[in-house]
C-alpha cells in the first residue's frame, strides 16, 4: 500500500478502448420501441437524431470499442484524471476504511459530462453533421457539449430548463463563451414548447420537456440538426467507462482493490462510467466488489420506481425503453442536483439492477449537503450537488465500517465540481434546505401515465 | 522533444524547498519604513500582524528554505500542477512558437493563492494564533485563506469589497463554505470603516480600504489576531516559488527551455511565483530567458507607476516599502481583473523591474477578454479575467513570433479559473466591456498624497 494521496497516470496509460458491459451482461436488454408504433426501433428511425457510428456503438456487442485518436487527442487536455485517496477525510471520520475518489471534475466543464461529449461531436463530424440540438438541466451536460462542439466547429442549440436559465446564468455564460446558441425551455421555437405557453405562459419548464424541444427541433430540420443526449443510453454510458478503466489501474498503484465501488445516478453515465468496468472484474475475473447507486429521494427511479416501459421524454417522441421509471410525466421537487431530477434511468443500469448486479440507495437532501460540505472542508474541493450524493453514501460507508471495526476499501465518483451551484450552498448554509419525502401520490399518478405496450416483448437477441 | 500534452511530475517530485531571490538578486532591497515614524521598522512592529517564522521569511537571505512536511501534505491535494503544452492554441495562432502553461488553477480554490496560504495559516498555527484577518478584492485570496485557516482550526474574518461581496455572492458562500466569517467592506467592525461610513455611507469600498480595515482589526486586537497578506511581501513571493520549481522540472521533461516566461501582475505574487526561479537560471547559470510581467492599462503600477516610498493602504496603517506606486490614494477603474486592481506593486518585483532584470507590458480590457475567449475554445479551460493578462502577452508574443518567422518558446502562468468571473464574460460578449485609457490626471492627483520620506533610505544590507 502506498503513502501517495493522488495517484496520476501518464497520458500514455489513457485507455485506447472503450468496454461495452453489453459482450459480458448475463442479462439482454429488451428492444427499444418506436414512440408511435411501439414496435422495436429501426436503426433508419433512429438516424434522424443520431449518425450512424452511434447508433451502431448502441446496439453493438463488441467487448471493447476503439476510441478515436482525435477523441484522445482532446481527452489529453484533462485525462487521465486523478485517483486520490482522501486521507483527511477519512481522519475526519475516524475510519478504518480507505477512501478513494476518481476526480472527474477537472475536466476544462467541470464534470464527467465531456468523455461522451467529445465522442458524440466526433462522430457527429465524421457524419457531416453541421448542427446538434440538445437539452439542459442545471447545465453540466450543455456546457460539455458546448466545448465539444466548439472543437469541431458544429453549432449548438442548447434547450435549457427555464427554472435553470433564469436562476443559473454563470452556466449558461459558460455555454455561450464557448459559442453555443441558449434558450430557455420552453420556448416559442417548438411546436411542442409553443403549445405548453399557450397553456400556461408562466411554465418554467423541466428536463423531460427540454428533451422533447431538442428532439422535435433535430427531428423537425429536415436533416439538417442532429440530436445528442449527455445520459441514459448505451453509448453514452460506453464512453463514460474510460473512468473506471483508468480507475483500475490506479487502484492498483495504490495497492488495493475496492469493496464498494459509488456514484451518484440520474440518467446513470457516470456510475455507469465507473462501475461497469469494475462489473466486468466481478463477472469474468471473479470479483466481488459492490456497486452502488445513489439517487436522491425526491426522485428515487431505481429504489421506488418500477422496471417498465417508459417514454424517455416528456412530450412522448423519444423512443419508448424498458427501464426504471417514476413515469414520464413525474415531476421531481426542486432539489439542487439538477442533474439527478430525471423520472428515468438508463436501461442498462436498470437491467443490472433488477437482476441484482447493481445496488442502489436513495439519500435526502439536507445529509447530502451535509456531506458535502465535509468533504470540503476536509479535501478542499468543492463537489457538484449531484456528486455529493456519492459522497454521502462513500462516509456513510466509512461510518458502517468503523461501526463494524472493519477495513473497507470505498471507492467513489467526484463526478463534478459546485463552482456554479453557489447558491444550493447558501441556502444550505442558511438552514433553508428542505428535505423532501418521497412524492408517492405524484409518482402514482404519473405511473398512469405509462404506455400501454401490448405484449411484453423480449429481449432483441 | 516530446509530442506529450500534459507534463505531470508526481508527488515524489513536489518541491522540499521554497527558493528566496534574496539570496541572488543584485539588488538590495530598501528597508520597510514604520507608517508614522518613517524610521525602519523592528521584527517588534511587524510581529503585532504576523507570527515570528514569517517575519524571518520576510528578511533571510538564505537561498532556499525548506517547506514544513504539514505544508507539503496539504500541497499534495493538488500539487504538483500540470505543465500543459497549448497545441490547440498553437494551431489556431498558426504559430511556430511553442505555448507552454503551468495551471495552477486546479487548486481547490481555483488559482495559485492556495500556495501562501496554507503556509501562513501553517507557521500561524505554530505560533498559536487563534483567529486572522485579512481582505479580498475578488475573493481569490479570500477563498485559499479561508481553506487553509480551516485545514488548521483557525477562525478567518475577512473584509470583502463591498462591491464584489454584493456582485460576487458565489465568492463569498465559498468562503462560508469553508467557514470563514465574510464582512462588506467598509464595515462598522472598524474606527477606519466607521468614519468613511459616516462621510459617505453608500461608500462601496477599494482594495487598499479592505486592507486598512482588516490591519486594524489586528492591530487593534490586543495580540488576539494576527493578519496574512495574500501578495507583495517577500514571504508570500516565497511561498510562490513552488509554481516555477516544478515548471523548471516540467520544461526538462519536454526537453525545451522558455525564452520568455509571463504573469500577471497585481500585487506580483504569481509572476514572482513563476518567474524567480527562471531568473536563477539568468543570474547563475547563464539562460537568458525574458521575464514579462503583464498589467492591465487601468492600473498600470510598473509601467506608469514611479519607484518610491508610499503606503501599502488606503488609511496609512501599514508599513511604508519602496515600490512601483500609482500612489496609495488612487482607485483604479473598475475592470473585471479586480486582483489586479492596486496602487503598488511587490517591493522585490518593483527593484528588479527598475534595474532591468524583469520587462512589463501593460494590456486593455476588451484585447484581455479577446484571449481569454480564444483560449477558452481552444483548450477548453475558462481563465480568471486576471490570467487572461498573461494569456494576451503569451498570444502576442507567439504572433509576434510568427510574423518574424521564429521559433519562440513560451511559458505563461494560467494563474486561476474564471468560473466565479463569469458576468464579467456576459459584459464581454454583450459588447458591453469598455477600455480604460491611462487614468492619467487621477494617477496625477494620487502621486501628492505620497508620504515624504525625509531622506533616501540606503538598503538594509
Known amino acids: 500500500m502506498s503513502?501517495?494521496?493522488?495517484?496520476?497516470l501518464?497520458?500514455?496509460?489513457?485507455?485506447?478502448?472503450?468496454?461495452?458491459?453489453?459482450?459480458?451482461?448475463?442479462?439482454p436488454l429488451p428492444p427499444v420501441l418506436h414512440p408511435v408504433t411501439k414496435e422495436p426501433v429501426t436503426p433508419d428511425f433512429l438516424s434522424v437524431l443520431f449518425p450512424m457510428e452511434l447508433i451502431l456503438q448502441e446496439v453493438s456487442t463488441d467487448r471493447y470499442i476503439?476510441?478515436?485518436?482525435?477523441?484522445?487527442?482532446?481527452?489529453?487536455?484533462y485525462r487521465p484524471t486523478p485517483l486520490v485517496r482522501a486521507r483527511r477525510l477519512e481522519k475526519m471520520l475516524g475510519t478504518p476504511a480507505h477512501i478513494y475518489y476518481k476526480n472527474e471534475s477537472v475536466s476544462p466543464v467541470g464534470s464527467h459530462k465531456a468523455n461522451t461529449a467529445i465522442p458524440q461531436a466526433f462522430y457527429n463530424k465524421v457524419a457531416g453533421t453541421k448542427a446538434i440540438t440538445t437539452e439542459t438541466g442545471a447545465g453540466q451536460w450543455g456546457a460539455a457539449l458546448s466545448m465539444?462542439?466548439?472543437?469541431?466547429?458544429?453549432?449548438?442549440?442548447?434547450?435549457?430548463?427555464?427554472?435553470?436559465?433564469?436562476?443559473?446564468?454563470y452556466r449558461r455564460i459558460f455555454m455561450e463563451t464557448y459559442g453555443a446558441q441558449v434558450y430557455a425551455s420552453p420556448t416559442d421555437r417548438t411546436q411542442f414548447g409553443r403549445a405548453l405557453l399557450e397553456q400556461d405562459p408562466s411554465n418554467r419548464g423541466s428536463l423531460g420537456i427540454a428533451i422533447s424541444e431538442a428532439v422535435e427541433a433535430a427531428a423537425t430540420s429536415g436533416g439538417s440538426k442532429k440530436y445528442s443526449l449527455g445520459?441514459?443510453?448505451?453509448?453514452?454510458?460506453?464512453?463514460?467507462t474510460v473512468i473506471g478503466e483508468e480507475a483500475l489501474k490506479q487502484m492498483d498503484m495504490a495497492g488495493e482493490y475496492p469493496d464498494v465501488v459509488i456514484g451518484c445516478v440520474g440518467g446513470g453515465s457516470n456510475f455507469g462510467g465507473i462501475a461497469l468496468p469494475f462489473l466486468r472484474e466481478n463477472l469474468r475475473n471473479g470479483q466481488r466488489t459492490r456497486l452502488l447507486a445513489v439517487e436522491p429521494t425526491a426522485a428515487p427511479s431505481l429504489t421506488k420506481g418500477i422496471y417498465t416501459y417508459d417514454y424517455g421524454d416528456t412530450a412522448r417522441m423519444a423512443p419508448i425503453v424498458k427501464m426504471h421509471t417514476l413515469g414520464h410525466t413525474f415531476l421531481p421537487p426542486g432539489i439542487h442536483a439538477?442533474?439527478?431530477?430525471?423520472?428515468?434511468?438508463?436501461?442498462?443500469i436498470s437491467a443490472l439492477y433488477e437482476a441484482g448486479y447493481l445496488e442502489a440507495r436513495a439519500v435526502p437532501q439536507v445529509a447530502t449537503f451535509e456531506?458535502?460540505?465535509?468533504?470540503?472542508?476536509?479535501e478542499g474541493f468543492l463537489p457538484a450537488p449531484e456528486s455529493a450524493h456519492a459522497i454521502r453514501a462513500a462516509i456513510d460507508e466509512a461510518l458502517d465500517?468503523?461501526?463494524?471495526?472493519?477495513k473497507r476499501v470505498i471507492l467513489f465518483n467526484l463526478s463534478g465540481h459546485g463552482h456554479f451551484d453557489m447558491m444550493a450552498y447558501q441556502e444550505y448554509l442558511a438552514g433553508r434546505l428542505e428535505d423532501y419525502a418521497y412524492p408517492a401520490e405524484a409518482v402514482a399518478q404519473a405511473m398512469q401515465s405509462l404506455p400501454q405496450v401490448e405484449t411484453e416483448v423480449t429481449a432483441a437477441d
Open 371 to 378: 456531506a458535502a460540505r465535509l468533504f470540503t472542508q476536509a
Open 10 to 27: 501518464n497520458e500514455t496509460d489513457l485507455p485506447r478502448q472503450w468496454y461495452n458491459i453489453l459482450a459480458d451482461s448475463p442479462v
Open 148 to 169: 465539444a462542439c466548439n472543437f469541431f466547429d458544429i453549432a449548438l442549440e442548447v434547450y435549457m430548463v427555464k427554472v435553470s436559465y433564469e436562476q443559473k446564468p
Open 231 to 240: 445520459s441514459v443510453l448505451n453509448h453514452v454510458l460506453l464512453h463514460q
Open 3 to 8: 503513502d501517495t494521496t493522488r495517484f496520476l
Open 338 to 348: 439538477g442533474g439527478l431530477r430525471y423520472h428515468g434511468m438508463a436501461p442498462l
Open 401 to 406: 465500517a468503523k461501526a463494524k471495526g472493519e
Open 66 to 77: 476503439d476510441i478515436p485518436e482525435e477523441v484522445r487527442e482532446i481527452y489529453k487536455l
